[in-house]
């Protein structure tokens, strides 16, 4: 329960003032700087959407399975988006948009998309959640599990799983509005809360972030007037696979399975082949796309996990974070989520990431690059991008950023020096 106390109290304070200088409230930036975009990507299909075209009479798109190969025509017509259907499973396929401009074609450049693995992956990785049970003993419940909620998968005491696994029921809260699940580490030091907010049938994907070992998984109902939590039911999982995805695999925030998410990463990356300049375009495509929410300062609080931020465009410096560590994890490049002090404050009231690549951690922090939060509004072929923030070092980074490494409570009950 303390640790309910904490998260709530730590997020509270980081939405408060994470921007260095609120400057004048800006116009909403524009979010999608491309003619053609991906709207979501599956297995076998990838849907497109583009942009009108003033003057043009029709559009081509084509498609070809390498960026310098012959691009056959998928569809022609005067619609502004289309589904392509039967693509082969985890495949990188190159596509051209053609505008008709009264008989003389104008050609987009060149993107690049890729389809899903039918299986989830991680690091390069393919991982298959639930095995087995490793027990014929049910989990145990305690009294208010009965009226509150209910377990229909997966309802052993003790199991076996590949890095993931679902639980799925239906959450009745008579008792007290809403049920929560709490996943402890094995060796006990991080703690994370997925909420069910939702009355009613739920499924949830349950990641074991933290390497191999035997997780315990718990049902918790509440909260309590006063604040606590009763425990529902217990059970325990043992994940098989040794690896730390921690820092890959999504989180309650930090959502980078989300198709939209997914889509969005690769059409950003999908022609760059060097890690630093994967997360160099996606730092420049939310500096250009976010603009920071300054209703903070009135005291309006708005969500600010990644999907929120993609589907509104605007956030501070948590949404931020969140969106840019989902974008990069959706392409397996590990990214953290960190808390900490900027600015002089003496309390926690920022947060940033932290991006692997050439074998080292690199400091990004996407707010304090963004000079929307300055009163600018348009980026003309890039105008007013800038990299201060961008793979800083860390000595200049403490000028103005205090040392992260004494924070010990994060949101969503985890502990340690990072977040998500």
Same mark, same amino acid.
């Given at each position: 329960?303390?640790?309910?106390? +904490?998260? &709530?109290?730590?997020?509270? %304070?980081?939405?408060? %003032?994470?921007?260095?200088?609120?400057?004048?409230?800006?116009?909403?930036?524009?979010?999608?700087? &491309?003619?053609?975009?991906?709207?979501?990507?599956?297995?076998?299909?990838?849907?497109?959407?583009?942009?009108?075209?003033?003057?043009?009479?029709?559009?081509?798109?084509?498609?070809?399975? %390498?960026?310098?190969?012959?691009?056959?025509?998928?569809?022609?017509?005067? =619609?502004?988006? &289309?589904?392509?259907?039967?693509?082969?499973?985890?495949?990188?396929?190159?596509?051209?948009?053609?505008?008709?401009?009264?008989?003389?074609?104008?050609?987009?450049?060149?993107? =690049?998309? *890729?389809?899903?693995?039918?299986?989830?992956?991680?690091?390069?990785?393919?991982?298959?959640?639930?095995?087995?049970?490793?027990?014929?003993?049910?989990?145990?419940?305690?009294?208010?599990?009965?009226?509150?909620?209910?377990?229909?998968?997966?309802?052993?005491?003790?199991?076996?799983?590949?890095?993931?696994?679902?639980?799925?029921?239906?959450?009745?809260?008579?008792?007290?509005?809403?049920?929560?699940?709490?996943?402890?580490?094995?060796?006990?030091?991080?703690?994370?809360?997925?909420?069910?907010?939702? *009355?009613?049938?739920?499924?949830?994907?349950?990641?074991?972030?933290?390497?191999?070992?035997?997780?315990? +998984?718990? $049902?918790?109902?509440?909260?309590?007037?006063?604040?606590?939590?009763? /425990?529902?039911? /217990?059970?325990? /999982?043992?994940?098989? *696979?040794?690896?730390?995805?921690?820092?890959?695999?999504?989180?309650?925030? $930090?959502?980078?399975?989300?198709?939209?998410?997914?889509?969005?990463?690769?059409?950003?990356?999908?022609?760059?082949?060097?890690?630093?300049?994967?997360?160099?375009?996606?730092?420049?495509?939310?500096?250009?796309?976010?603009?920071?929410?300054?209703? +903070?300062?009135?005291?309006?609080?708005?969500?600010?996990?990644?999907?929120? $931020?993609?589907?509104?465009?605007? =956030?501070?410096?948590?949404?931020?974070?969140?969106?840019?560590?989902?974008?990069?994890?959706?392409?397996?490049?590990?990214?953290?989520?960190?808390?900490?002090?900027?600015?002089?404050?003496?309390?926690?009231?920022?947060?940033?990431?932290?991006?692997?690549?050439?074998?080292?951690?690199?400091? $990004?922090?996407?707010?304090?690059?963004?000079?929307? +939060?300055?009163?600018?509004?348009?980026?003309? @072929?890039?105008?007013?991008?800038?990299?201060?923030?961008?793979?800083?070092?860390?000595?200049?980074?403490?000028? @103005?950023?205090?040392?992260?490494?004494?924070?010990?409570?994060?949101? &969503?009950?985890?502990?340690?020096?990072?977040?998500?």
């Amino acid at each position: 329960m303390i640790k309910f106390y +904490i998260s &709530f109290l730590l997020t509270a %304070s980081i939405l408060v %003032s994470c921007a260095p200088d609120p400057g004048n409230p800006p116009t909403p930036a524009a979010v999608n700087p &491309f003619l053609l975009s991906i709207a979501t990507a599956g297995s076998n299909t990838i849907t497109f959407v583009w942009s009108e075209t003033n003057g043009a009479t029709g559009y081509v798109l084509s498609y070809s399975a %390498s960026s310098n190969g012959v691009f056959s025509q998928i569809y022609s017509g005067g =619609a502004l988006n &289309f589904q392509q259907n039967g693509l082969t499973p985890d495949t990188t396929y190159y596509y051209r948009l053609s505008a008709d401009m009264g008989g003389a074609m104008f050609d987009l450049p060149v993107i =690049a998309m *890729r389809t899903l693995p039918v299986r989830l992956q991680f690091g390069g990785i393919t991982v298959d959640g639930f095995i087995s049970n490793l027990t014929s003993a049910p989990m145990k419940k305690y009294s208010i599990y009965n009226n509150n909620i209910k377990i229909t998968s997966t309802t052993a005491s003790n199991f076996l799983a590949d890095s993931y696994f679902i639980i799925k029921g239906t959450n009745y809260a008579v008792d007290y509005p809403q049920a929560a699940i709490a996943i402890e580490s094995p060796d006990g030091s991080q703690t994370i809360w997925h909420y069910l907010d939702d *009355r009613g049938y739920f499924e949830k994907m349950i990641f074991l972030r933290y390497g191999g070992g035997n997780y315990k +998984i718990t $049902v918790l109902i509440g909260p309590h007037p006063d604040g606590y939590w009763y /425990v529902g039911a /217990v059970m325990y /999982v043992t994940n098989a *696979r040794t690896n730390d995805f921690r820092y890959l695999m999504p989180s309650e925030i $930090v959502q980078s399975l989300d198709p939209r998410i997914r889509a969005l990463a690769f059409q950003l990356t999908g022609m760059i082949s060097e890690i630093s300049n994967k997360a160099r375009a996606i730092h420049d495509y939310l500096v250009k796309s976010i603009y920071y929410d300054l209703d +903070i300062y009135n005291g309006i609080y708005r969500p600010q996990d990644a999907v929120a $931020v993609y589907e509104r465009w605007n =956030a501070v410096c948590a949404g931020y974070s969140a969106i840019y560590a989902a974008l990069l994890r959706a392409i397996d490049i590990p990214a953290v989520y960190i808390h900490g002090k900027a600015g002089g404050s003496e309390t926690i009231n920022h947060a940033w990431n932290e991006v692997w690549w050439a074998n080292t951690w690199h400091i $990004v922090d996407v707010t304090w690059d963004d000079p929307l +939060i300055g009163g600018h509004s348009d980026y003309p @072929d890039g105008y007013n991008l800038r990299w201060n923030y961008f793979d800083i070092s860390e000595g200049a980074f403490l000028a @103005d950023h205090q040392d992260w490494s004494s924070v010990d409570y994060c949101s &969503f009950g985890i502990t340690g020096e990072e977040m998500e």
